[in-house]
């Protein structure tokens, strides 16, 4: 049973604009999330991460934000510029446990 | 560092052939993870090591899959005998300190996009 799950497949934006995505999970013992991002034929590569105790993290045009009650994660791109088109998976961990990653949603931004 | 690297890049086979795929990890990184991709089921962990023992391998699918670690710098995963369903693309990674610590992350290799006729 999927317990990270990314339920929009994929996202169209225009440059300039934002480009939101979403996760959700079911595991209320995670505490440690994290962001990857993926191009072709490459593998992912980390972008951005969030601890439990936090509800933001922000790291220049990326900002995650968190809602425990809603078990809900999501990832803003403002602005978002053509090469962000790729892959974004988001993960979440237990600490000292695995993590576990959602399906993937295809991002792409319209120039 | 050259990053995780993985062979071959491609893999075509036939079903009931044995597959073996290759991983280097990052040097000093003492965890190393096999992942599977698909499009049902996104990033699927097979199979981790802590210093080249396997710690956790209840995400292999079947019996037909194995994984070894001889040393530091080296895995591989097998199938054998492949299947058409075991299509995929699988990735290794590695990390430094460990899963689900905070501040740590997963240096994925580039993937070996495996196809079973």
Redesign the interface.
Request: charged share 5%; aromatic share 24%; hydrophobic share 35%.
């Given at each position: 049973d999927?317990q990270?799950k990314?339920n929009s497949p994929s996202l169209s934006v225009q440059e300039g604009r934002i480009s939101i995505l979403n996760c959700d999970y079911t595991n209320s013992m995670f505490d440690?999330f994290?962001w990857?991002k993926k191009y072709p034929?490459?593998?992912?590569?980390?972008l951005i991460?969030i601890?439990s105790i936090k509800d933001k993290n922000e790291d220049g045009r990326f900002t995650v934000f968190l809602n425990k009650s809603a078990k809900h994660l999501s990832l803003h791109i403002v602005p978002s510029q053509p090469g962000d088109s790729a892959v974004y998976?988001c993960?979440a961990?237990?600490?000292?446990?695995?993590?576990?990653?959602?399906?993937?949603t295809s991002l792409t931004v319209i120039p | 560092d050259a990053g995780v690297i993985q062979s071959p890049r491609h893999e075509v086979t036939e079903m009931g052939q044995e597959v073996t795929l290759r991983c280097k990890p990052i040097s000093g990184h003492d965890y190393l993870f096999w992942y599977r991709q698909t499009m049902m089921r996104g990033l699927e962990l097979l199979i981790y090591f802590n210093n080249n023992v396997p710690i956790d391998d209840s995400g292999m699918p079947e019996d037909r899959f194995s994984a070894k670690m001889p040393n530091a710098s080296f895995s591989t995963l097998k199938i054998q005998p492949s299947e058409p369903r075991d299509s995929a693309v699988y990735f290794c990674a590695s990390s430094f300190s460990g899963q689900g610590a905070p501040g740590d992350t997963q240096y994925f290799g580039p993937g070996t996009r495996l196809t079973v006729l």
């Open positions: 999927q990270v990314q440690y994290l990857y034929a490459e593998g992912p590569t980390f991460s601890s998976f993960a961990s237990a600490v000292g446990n695995q993590f576990y990653f959602g399906t993937g | -």
